[in-house]
């Protein structure tokens, strides 16, 4: 079955130092997501994307984050200047439409550890 | 806004014995869907059940049900015949049915299969 991968599994990076974490969403798939979960909290939205753009972002989603789907298969999420609070498990999903009873498929998530 | 509430932190069954997981949503919707994803210790988030609000007849998959009652808000699992590979951290998720695609959770439950 199809899966979403995501790259790598665990990053460590100094604080202010910027990263980038990488998805590979479901092939046919058309609306991709990012979600984070700090350690011992509720998994969180942070923000979705369609056809070039984001469609829906959180109030987490500030200016230090951004998203991008550089080519046809890579969904990557970019945190410019990280801090101490952005240590959390980073989840990528998608999605084959944006309709609502599609179900989301997430990867295995990215640890991000900022020392 | 809408929040999901699990509980249970942690909760613990039997080999072959029958579970009920919990979850209550606050919501002043009509139209969502519900969603139980389980988050094995590989860490991807897989999708065990959905439920849409507007049906009234509870969803099936194998040995997983759930028990969705509207009026009360509330959307159980029930994991029968529970097997070892059960073992694992328990997501309600609520999605609203109107232009939102993100998914809100709830802080899970972490199942242990007792052999």
């Known amino acids: 079955e199809p899966e979403v991968t995501q790259t790598p599994s665990h990053q460590v990076t100094q604080m202010g130092q910027e990263v980038i974490l990488r998805c590979v969403p479901i092939?046919?798939?058309?609306?991709f997501y990012w979600y984070r979960q700090i350690l011992g909290q509720k998994v969180e939205f942070l923000v979705s994307?369609?056809?070039?753009?984001?469609?829906?972002k959180s109030e987490i989603f500030d200016d230090q984050f951004s998203v991008e789907r550089p080519d046809g298969s890579n969904f990557t999420l970019k945190i410019r200047s990280t801090k101490l609070e952005d240590s959390a498990m980073y989840f990528c999903?998608?999605?084959?439409?944006?309709?609502?009873?599609?179900?989301?498929?997430f990867g295995d998530g990215t640890r991000l550890s900022i020392l | 806004a809408q929040t999901v509430t699990q509980s249970q932190p942690e909760m613990s069954v039997q080999e072959a014995e029958t579970v009920t997981l919990s979850c209550t949503y606050d919501?002043?919707?009509?139209?969502?869907?519900l969603f139980w994803y389980k988050q094995p210790p590989s860490r991807q988030m897989i999708l065990v059940i959905r439920?849409?609000?507007?049906?009234?007849q509870n969803a099936t998959e194998n040995r997983f049900s759930v028990n969705f009652q509207k009026a009360a808000k509330s959307f159980s699992l029930k994991i029968s015949d529970s097997q070892l590979g059960d073992a694992a951290m328990y997501f309600c998720?609520?999605?609203?049915?109107?232009?939102?695609?993100?998914?809100?959770f709830g802080t899970g439950t972490l199942l242990a299969v007792q052999p």
């Open positions: 999903a998608s999605s084959l439409t944006g309709r609502t009873n599609q179900p989301q498929h």
């Open positions: 092939s046919n798939h058309l609306y």
């Open positions: 994307f369609y056809n070039n753009e984001i469609s829906e």
């Open positions: 919501t002043s919707e009509s139209d969502y869907y």
């Open positions: 439920q849409e609000a507007y049906k009234q």
């Open positions: 998720a609520y999605r609203s049915g109107g232009a939102t695609n993100k998914l809100i």
